[in-house]
């Protein structure tokens, strides 16, 4: 039954615990054997019987008190023994107690084999949910008929068995909800260490680089500035820092990322591709294989699209969007038709699709027609956007089962009220039993919140005692577990309020409805094997409930502040990425501006005034690369270096922060800021504003401020 | 007459300094160099120190300037291309001013001469960075003062944002003082986890992303 999958450490820990919960509830179930005598009525069964049942339970209880320390295979083995010694006594009673041939010794079966929960508990950690219920659905069967063979259904054998059932339901329920969070937590973990330790040692790369890039920056610049500035006396200073620029610039051609591989791959192929990139700031950033896969298919696509399209058009389009990445290599040649690629075409076959499919999160569509070009469309889709919806659909399983067992409760013990109501002197008691009952449930079930307020669960817990003291008070003696059904009946509904986030009230209910059992016990007439039952069933359901309530909680809680740190490992590998661009744009302009300049000066040629006018220009232009941020959109770049070509000393400062800014808007900003840029004579301050002032923009133009966008109600202050 | 010195890794900054300088008439060079350490000799020979912002020797500009206030001489920072927040640093110490190596030469030597004055150097850089420092929002300044920051990071000058807000020029000046004082006083806030990570772009290297 075991899966292939290896276990994780939460999941572990859920098993040890569930496994342990068995052996408590086991634990519990044997004192309550052991504590009394067996009482008149059983049937006859011959010996081996029930030492089937016995060993069963002394396999369960040695594997539960050694859980803390048990391996998982042991956990499963040592939980499968149990289970099958279980169902084995079970299946064999039939034969056992003489019901097929035909003479039947008339009497009550085992209690022992009538203790369930454990049991399902232990076939949940042996074999999952399916083994779990299916034992459950054998041993209601088995106890259906025989109770019917043997001796028809009694008050306490109906209410006994229901809730025996109940509280399986119950258990193995919450136990599989806490199985497949801690599966979960597993996965999350193990997925946010992975990307939290790829994004510390990415962060370090980034950081040496960024230095080693503003060193060279800073070289650049001063050779800029005393290339421009040529004073007297200089020459040689600006000669030397030139040629000390320049060899940096040399030894640090622009690294490439999987995007600049990509571009690499287009702008190096054999005839011209050309390549489109749009990033979004908090792009996603794919991983190595995912890395891997992308370029190995788009190298494979544009290759078929070099050999098979003949002359065309090509383009490589990259859009590196929040929750993934989309690689598209279209071209306009002759196109084929998909559906009768022969196998002997591996390129596509291959390479593109089997590459993609095997990339998980990474998807491949192909299309073309004869005559019609070619788009092979690559796209992958970040997980942690959907690492949320198993959790919630988990929820939602949670929350179906929750209410099938809520159905089951009513409908089971309505019955046993019924039968109880006609078997009691005074009919109406135990139908108002039910009815108090089924209002705490109600009032519980009615909370809007997913953690119930303190008072509303004490109301629950108040009127669950009140119901219990009464009914104790109001039963007549002798009081045996079928008249007395309402006190594990009242704990179901505790269990209910601990997953409500009540573990504790739920608790304290539990030592109430013990405490009256007790005194119930010590001052009226209780037949002893009834009063164990009763408050063995009930600590069986609250206790486990309860503890695996909490167990449940936690491990939802720690999933989602996994979920939390992997967001957080996400967006910061996406500044990063975001970083990376800007230090490649940056290592691009020195390269193309600079570095024929310095080149020049390096070479020991003179510069002319109109070139040093240059120099000064590309100073300010690699400044911008620090503090213009998003203002060199559009024209903007082309209109500053136009403006410091002049002599204009222009300052553009994007101090909008972490905020976005629309592309329309931006697009409409930087005609504005153009405008602008060309009219102005001496200085210029063009300023993307903080978040929150009134306007977006601002510019000082010799002195005069302009504002964007230009609002009715604010004048442009004059300065001179 | 006051003495002038400077500290910057590139010799060509030392010239161009000294060529800005040497013809200006209250103003004599003292010296260049490289490192802070070789500038605080045991004797004071300059009353104003240039100090370069981000320096290779992994100094930072708060040890920098401090070394220097001990040593007896006022400093003005120098800036070649820094992000804002190495500015914001800068405007933490009790340098005079933040002014960029780039600025039209007139400019940048009334800066000079101010620094060495002992007053108060506000520009265009510093007023910016200030502006958009988030632990500023929380900061005790009047409407008033916010007014005039605003007005300063846009880029205009005293004596503009004085004709802008119908003040006169000292009060504007009294303004950024204040402005100034507050800045000091508020220190580097305590991190939250994200301001702990952005704060390594904090170190002046790794860029600010562009956005859109």
Redesign the interface.
């Known amino acids: 039954m075991a899966d292939a999958r290896p276990t994780g450490r939460a999941e572990l820990t859920t098993r040890r615990t569930l496994l342990f919960a068995v052996g408590a509830s086991v634990a519990i179930s044997s004192v309550a054997a052991l504590a009394v005598a067996d009482p008149g009525g059983r049937v006859a069964l011959p010996a081996w019987q029930p030492a089937l049942t016995t060993a069963a339970f002394a396999v369960t209880l040695a594997a539960g008190l050694a859980a803390p320390w048990l391996p998982a295979r042991v956990l499963r083995a040592g939980a499968g023994v149990a289970v099958a010694l279980f169902v084995s006594a079970l299946v064999t009673l039939v034969p056992a107690s003489g019901m097929l041939s035909g003479r039947p010794s008339v009497g009550t079966i085992p209690w022992a084999l009538t203790s369930i929960g454990g049991i399902t508990l232990a076939a949940l950690v042996a074999g999952g949910s399916v083994l779990a219920w299916s034992v459950l659905g054998l041993w209601t069967a088995v106890v259906a008929v025989s109770r019917i063979a043997l001796d028809g259904y009694t008050l306490t054998g109906v209410a006994n068995d229901s809730q025996a059932l109940l509280t399986a339901a119950t258990l193995a329920l919450i136990g599989a909800g806490a199985l497949r969070a801690s599966a979960r937590l597993d996965a999350a973990s193990s997925r946010t260490e992975a990307a939290v330790a790829r994004e510390a040692a990415e962060?370090g790369r980034?950081?040496a680089r960024?230095?080693a890039?503003?060193?060279v920056?800073?070289?650049v610049?001063?050779?800029l500035?005393?290339a421009a500035?040529a004073?007297?006396?200089?020459a040689a200073?600006?000669r030397?820092?030139a040629e000390r620029a320049t060899g940096m610039v040399r030894d640090r051609p622009p690294p490439a990322d999987w995007v600049g591989q990509l571009r690499a791959l287009a702008e190096g192929a054999r005839e011209p591709v050309a390549f489109e990139l749009t990033r979004s700031?908090d792009g996603a950033q794919p991983g190595e294989v995912v890395v891997e896969a992308l370029l190995t298919a788009a190298g494979q696509a544009i290759e078929n699209s070099l050999r098979h399209a003949g002359p065309c058009r090509r383009v490589v389009r990259v859009r590196v969007e929040t929750d993934g990445v989309r690689v598209e290599v279209r071209d306009d040649g002759r196109g084929f038709d998909p559906a009768a690629v022969r196998a002997d075409r591996l390129g596509i076959a291959t390479s593109i699709v089997g590459v993609v499919r095997e990339t998980p999160g990474a998807t491949v569509r192909i299309d073309s027609a004869p005559g019609a070009g070619t788009a092979v469309a690559l796209a992958w889709r970040a997980e942690s956007a959907s690492s949320a919806a198993p959790a919630r659909a988990a929820r939602v399983t949670m929350r179906v089962g929750m209410r099938a067992i809520g159905a089951l409760f009513i409908v089971t013990q309505s019955i046993v009220a019924v039968v109880a109501a006609v078997q009691a002197p005074f009919w109406p008691t135990p139908v108002l039993e039910l009815a108090g009952l089924l209002l705490a449930a109600e009032i519980l079930r009615r909370a809007p919140a997913r953690t119930v307020t303190r008072v509303r669960s004490a109301v629950v817990v108040a009127l669950l005692a009140a119901v219990a003291a009464a009914g104790l008070a109001a039963t007549p003696a002798p009081i045996t577990y079928g008249t007395a059904w309402f006190v594990p009946a009242a704990g179901f509904v505790l269990v209910a309020l601990a997953l409500r986030g009540r573990a504790g009230h739920a608790l304290a209910g539990l030592a109430a409805l013990l405490a009256l059992l007790a005194l119930t016990v010590a001052v009226r007439d209780v037949l002893p094997v009834h009063a164990v039952s009763l408050g063995a069933r009930t600590l069986t359901v609250v206790g486990l409930g309860a503890l695996l309530a909490v167990l449940l909680v936690r491990l939802r809680r720690s999933t989602l502040a996994q979920a939390d740190r992997a967001v957080?490992a996400a967006r910061?590998a996406a500044?990063d990425a975001?970083?990376q661009?800007?230090?490649d744009?940056?290592a691009v302009d020195v390269d193309r501006y600079a570095r024929p300049l310095l080149e020049r000066v390096a070479r020991g040629e003179e510069l002319g005034e109109d070139e040093r006018a240059q120099a000064?220009a590309v100073?300010?232009r690699?400044?911008d690369?620090?503090?213009a941020?998003?203002l060199?959109?559009g024209a903007v770049p082309e209109a500053a270096m136009a403006a410091r070509l002049r002599g204009v000393?222009v300052?553009l400062?994007?101090?909008r922060?972490e905020d976005?800014?629309d592309?329309p808007d931006?697009a409409a900003l930087a005609g504005w800021l153009r405008t602008h840029l060309d009219a102005a004579q001496g200085?210029?301050?063009g300023?993307l504003l903080?978040v929150g002032?009134e306007h977006l923009a601002?510019a000082?133009v010799d002195?005069r401020?302009a504002l964007y966008p230009a609002a009715e109600s604010v004048s442009s202050?004059?300065?001179? | 007459m006051a003495r002038v010195a400077i500290v910057d890794?590139?010799?060509?900054?030392g010239?161009?300094v000294r060529?800005l300088i040497e013809p200006a008439a209250d103003l004599e060079f003292a010296r260049h160099e490289r490192t802070v350490a070789e500038m605080v000799g045991p004797m004071r020979d300059a009353d104003l120190v240039l100090l370069d912002l981000?320096l290779?020797d992994d100094s930072s500009p708060h040890e920098n300037v401090a070394a220097l206030r001990t040593w007896g001489a006022h400093v003005l920072v120098l800036t070649?291309?820094?992000?804002?927040f190495l500015i914001r640093e800068a405007s933490r110490t009790d340098a005079l001013g933040i002014a960029?190596?780039?600025?039209?030469?007139a400019?940048l030597l009334d800066a000079i001469a101010s620094a060495a004055a002992g007053e108060h150097v506000p520009t265009?850089?510093w007023a910016?960075a200030l502006?958009?420092d988030?632990t500023l929002q929380s900061a005790p300044l009047t409407a008033r003062e916010r007014e005039v920051l605003?007005?300063y990071?846009?880029?205009?000058g005293a004596r503009?944002v004085a004709?802008?807000l119908f003040v006169s020029e000292n009060t504007v000046n009294d303004h950024l003082r204040r402005i100034r004082a507050v800045y000091h006083q508020i220190g580097r806030p305590a991190a939250t986890?994200?301001d702990l990570?952005r704060r390594?772009?904090e170190?002046?290297?790794?860029?600010?992303?562009?956005?859109?």
């Not at chain 2, 070649?80 to 804002?84: G, L, M, V």
């Open positions: 962060r980034l950081v960024a230095r890039a503003a060193f920056h800073d070289e610049l001063a050779a500035r005393g500035d004073v007297a006396g200089s200073a600006v030397a820092q700031a957080l910061r500044w975001a970083v661009d800007e230090l744009a940056r000064r100073d300010g690699l400044r690369g620090y503090r941020g998003r060199l959109a000393d300052l400062l994007d101090d922060g976005g800014v592309d931006l200085r210029f301050v300023r903080p002032r601002q000082l002195g401020i202050v004059q300065g001179e | 890794d590139h010799e060509l900054v010239l161009a060529g981000s290779r070649s291309a820094e992000n804002p960029r190596k780039s600025l039209p030469g400019v265009t850089e910016s502006d958009t988030p605003s007005l990071a846009s880029g205009m503009e004709t802008a986890k994200v990570y390594g772009i170190d002046g290297f790794v860029p600010v992303p562009r956005r859109g």
